[in-house]
């Protein structure tokens, strides 16, 4: 009978590593691996982890002899002696039992180990582009944010030229309020017809941008916009620095040409404020106007204020001055109220080039 061999390979059972230290192994002791009906022996074998050559069964689980093959050494301390040098098959445990399974080997255990690695590798890696897919379809998601109308107002507010602003809204996706409430809103904030019409159609935008050609045309000083009040306002909720809207209610035209549009957007604010008082007193109202939109979405200087107080109690009176500073009308006994329409006349105030379409 020949001794264990170095590369006779035993390996841990479940049920071994609970009840035994690790080093301690299950075994089953086969005469004929080809044929797994009957065992010779099945056993724990305890192995010194130094030395893989010294093998000793310190426990047997269960001995049956193969009748035509010598019996395997069974005393406690002794080596184990395998019949004709056979190799062992080990069992996993399984139930507290020995059970029939798969050989093993060393190749096929590390075989198998890389298996098991390379698995948890593709899980992890699967995990992992999972996670990035989210981050960068999160990212594009932020990137691809639509335009809105606040976001609109927002630029023009900034001073942003026109063509720059077509220009975003060409080739961004777009989630634009264009209600009739809508249209309105951005006409009282200032944005442009032209810009208006872009977020409504901007690939008519591009094909009237690309077919025009451009001129500059100056806007003198003193050239006079009628404007036409946006919203109601009274000296019992207007405060000092309060935003002020308006329209423009006629095209300015020089030379045949128009530099300021019908509807363009002009800017007023509140500059005094009174409110009405005891003993008769009369609200005190105070607006400038200070800035109107020409065809190529510049903000030109205008000047001009008007103002408006109640009636007096012993006596209607109005008073109406217009000049190059602040004017005001004067009606005494009540809060002074604007209405909404109501009809002004401001000036330009400053000379500035304007370029416009010829066509």
């Not at 299950?26 to 130094?50: E, F, H, I, L």
């Not at 269960?62 to 002794?78: A, I, K, Y």
């Amino acid at each position: 009978m020949m001794q264990w061999r170095p590369d006779q390979t035993f390996y841990p059972s479940p049920k071994i590593a609970m009840e035994a230290p690790q080093e301690k192994l299950a075994y089953v002791a086969m005469s004929n691996p080809d044929r797994m009906t009957q065992p010779d022996a099945m056993g724990v074998v305890d192995v010194d982890p130094g030395s893989r050559t010294n093998g000793k069964i310190v426990g047997l689980v269960n001995r049956t002899p193969h009748p035509s093959q010598p019996n395997v050494s069974t005393r406690r301390g002794d080596k184990t002696h395998w019949p004709h040098g056979e190799r062992p098959v080990a069992r996993r445990l399984a139930m507290g039992a020995l059970v029939p399974g798969p050989m093993f080997s060393p190749e096929r255990t590390r075989a198998s180990r890389v298996r098991k690695v390379w698995a948890k590798m593709q899980r992890t890696g699967w995990l992992l582009a999972i996670a990035l897919s989210g981050l960068v379809a999160s990212g594009a998601s932020l990137q691809e944010a639509a335009l809105t109308n606040d976001q609109i107002h927002e630029m023009v507010k900034a001073g942003l030229s026109e063509t720059l602003i077509l220009d975003q809204i060409r080739n961004s996706k777009a989630d634009f309020d264009l209600s009739t409430s809508g249209l309105i809103r951005l006409s009282k904030e200032g944005v442009p017809d032209r810009i208006i019409s872009a977020m409504r159609n901007p690939s008519m935008s591009r094909v009237d941008d690309l077919s025009s050609s451009k001129q500059t045309v100056k806007l003198p000083d003193g050239e006079g916009v009628r404007l036409i009040l946006m919203e109601d306002i009274s000296s019992s909720t207007a405060n000092v620095g309060d935003r002020i809207s308006f329209t423009v209610a006629d095209d300015v035209e020089v030379n045949g040409v128009v530099v300021i549009a019908k509807g363009a957007a002009a800017f007023g604010s509140i500059t005094a404020v009174a409110k009405k008082g005891m003993l008769g007193r009369g609200g005190k109202l105070t607006m400038s106007m200070d800035r109107v939109k020409t065809v190529d979405d510049q903000t030109v200087r205008i000047r001009a204020t008007a103002g408006r107080e109640g009636d007096d109690k012993t006596g209607k009176t109005v008073a109406v001055a217009v000049f190059a500073g602040p004017f005001a009308l004067l009606v005494k006994g009540k809060d002074v109220e604007a209405a909404q329409g109501t009809e002004y006349s401001a000036f330009i105030d400053e000379d500035r080039d304007i370029t416009v379409d010829s066509r």
